[in-house]
């Protein structure tokens, strides 16, 4: 009997996403603290507008890294503090784009 580990790390991957944003969804951002989402955010716009392509190369590591080599949310959040702040900043601002878009999906829009 064979194992198919590439399809059982992406089922993890995707299993350990869906947690992160169900709970993002109810406010609770557990990646992430408070000191680290406001800086994130702020002057935003101009951060992203100089994104080079080392950023965005460093941004895909550490969520390969976040989702297929760290296992608890201790290790997930020590790799997300060890991060430098552009990079950090980045994957914060996506995870927030990807929370906005999920929720915009799942409310039906009333007319």
Do not use: C
Not at 21 to 31: K, S
Not at 39 to 49: I, N
Not at 91 to 100: E, K, P, Q, S, V
């Amino acid at each position: 009997m064979s194992v198919d580990w590439k399809k059982d790390l992406v089922i993890m991957e995707t299993d350990q996403l869906e947690t992160l944003l169900t709970a993002g969804q109810w406010g609770h951002h557990i990646l992430f603290s408070n000191e680290q989402i406001s800086s994130a955010f702020k002057d935003a716009e101009a951060r992203l507008a100089g994104l080079g392509k080392e950023t965005l190369e460093a941004v895909n590591e550490a969520l390969t890294s976040l989702l297929a080599e760290t296992t608890t949310l201790i290790e997930k959040r020590m790799l997300v503090e060890e991060l430098p702040e552009d990079v950090r900043s980045v994957l914060i601002y996506l995870y927030f784009r990807i929370l906005d878009q999920r929720m915009e999906k799942e409310t039906p829009t009333v007319h």
